[in-house]
């Protein structure tokens, strides 16, 4: 079973949609989670950390069920420019990243 | 700007020539990373390293190697011994402090012939 494990998608979604998809994590140990953004051959870029109370960017919204080892990462409202892949990052001592493979998401209009 | 380097952008080889790939950040990071990423897939951890003069193998360290004698510089060579090295190649920093964000580099695709 892989660390941290994602649904690669393509998530299609139409212009002004709500997506939402999750991402499993193995190690009950993990310490911190991040969703990162990375658009088609450049390098993933933070786009927002996750908390254990749930929290917003926006049109960002980021869950964490630790009893359940998920987080969730859902697009309200989405835009053209929101196509991208979207990599779950689980954080473990000695300030190791683990990826997900990500999860694609094509906004049509 | 603050920020990370890496060069070149594309880098070509032929089979069996080892290539040295750069990272230089200005952050004043102490921590710095090497990844490598796949078509399709997650990155994957190949050295790490918390301060100058020290690094640690990450997932999948064979086949290269890497230096840290300066803090701002972290070079990864991708030598002979690595099987399947076409690849895209990110470089990442962050500070020492525990639990925060990574900063990456633009990333090196390295494509070997």
């Known amino acids: 079973r892989k660390e941290v494990e994602q649904d690669p998608g393509p998530f299609n979604v139409p212009e002004g949609a709500t997506v939402a998809f999750n991402c499993t994590y193995s190690n009950s140990a993990s310490q911190s989670f991040f969703w990162y953004r990375q658009d088609c051959r450049k390098e993933p870029k933070l786009l927002m950390s996750?908390?254990?109370s749930g929290n917003e960017d926006g049109r960002f919204t980021a869950q964490l069920n630790r009893a359940s080892q998920y987080i969730s990462l859902l697009i309200r409202d989405s835009k053209l420019s929101d196509s991208a892949t979207y990599l779950c990052?689980?954080?473990?001592?000695?300030?190791?990243?683990?990826f997900g493979g990500g999860t694609r998401v094509l906004v049509k209009p | 700007d603050g920020g990370i380097t890496q060069s070149p952008k594309y880098l070509f080889r032929k089979e069996g020539q080892n290539v040295t790939l750069s990272c230089e950040q200005n952050l004043n990071h102490d921590a710095m990373y090497w990844y490598r990423q796949d078509p399709g897939q997650g990155l994957r951890l190949i050295y790490y390293s918390q301060i100058v003069n020290d690094f640690q193998k990450g997932d999948i360290a064979e086949g290269y190697s890497v230096s840290r004698e300066k803090k701002e510089s972290f070079p990864l060579t991708v030598t002979s011994a690595q099987k399947n090295p076409t690849a895209f190649y990110l470089c990442a920093s962050n500070q020492r402090e525990a639990y925060n964000e990574q900063f990456f580099g633009p990333g090196t695709r390295l494509t070997v012939l």
């Open positions: 996750v908390y254990s």
């Open positions: 990052v689980v954080m473990t001592a000695g300030n190791k990243l683990t």
